[in-house]
Nanobody, 127 residues
Framework: QVQLVESGGGLVQAGGSLRLSCAAS????????MGWFRQAPGKEREFVAA????????DYTDSVKGRFTISRDSTKNTVYLQMNSLKPEDTAVYYC????????????????????WGQGTQVTVSS
């Protein structure tokens, strides 16, 4: 099993930036594809970005392309989400997730594919 702990959330004005971190422990970090999801009040959890374990292939939902960047540092067992040009509609609880099943190509977008989840970190973007 792997334990995931997110940090870096907070309150920021529109146009600002935040960097979320997700520290993994308890298992070999390189065994997992990693994803970021978010859930706004009254809405379903949605995919934001993901990165594969070996090749570092990334995928983003259309609404964050060009603004968000996902990366991973295997020396620190940490995955990051750099969020720039933030908008009020980015306001949500952001969750880190790990997927153990190996897939070729791009990482998975379906939350059901992910085996382990963090507790979430709140991101609030004011207008």
């Amino acid at each position: 099993q792997v334990q995931l702990v997110e940090s870096g959330g907070g309150l920021v004005q529109a146009g600002g930036s935040l960097r979320l971190s997700c520290a993994a422990s308890g298992s070999t970090f390189s065994r997992y594809d990693m994803g970021w999801f978010r859930q706004a009040p009254g809405k379903e959890r949605e995919f934001v970005a993901a990165i594969t374990r070996f090749t570092g292939i990334t995928d983003y939902t259309d609404s964050v392309k060009g603004r968000f960047t996902i990366s991973r540092d295997s020396t620190k067992n940490t995955v990051y989400l750099q969020m720039n040009s933030l908008k009020p509609e980015d306001t949500a609880v952001y969750y880190c997730a790990a997927e153990s099943t190996f897939h070729l190509g791009t990482p998975q977008r379906e939350a059901a594919e992910y085996d382990y989840w963090g507790q979430g970190t709140q991101v609030t973007v004011s207008s």
